[in-house]
């Protein structure tokens, strides 16, 4: 498998804290099915990502891809800020 075959995963996500320097915190959720029931449910899970400028606020919704480690629990970048969160 060569690099120009290598696909990054990418998701899109809401940040629910930015109180670390240069990392934020992405919540991704997603709706599955229910095996037996059929009934849809939430199913969510929670990643951290660099924000080389800290230019993330929370409520803002991103998109992030995912990287080398950065850290112990740092494995993605911020790609983009698809929407900023209102600023009162």
Request: net charge positive; glycine share 4%; hydrophobic share 35%.
């Amino acid at each position: 498998m060569s690099a120009a075959e290598k696909r990054t995963r990418v998701v899109t996500g809401k940040v629910v804290s930015n109180k670390m320097d240069k990392t934020i915190t992405v919540l991704i959720e997603r709706r599955e099915k229910h095996a037996v029931y059929g009934k849809y449910i939430t199913r969510s899970s929670k990643l951290h990502a660099h924000d080389e400028n800290n230019q993330c606020g929370i409520g803002d919704t991103v998109t992030v891809a995912e990287s080398r480690p950065i850290s112990k629990s740092k494995t993605w970048k911020l790609l983009e800020v698809v929407v900023n969160a209102a600023q009162d």
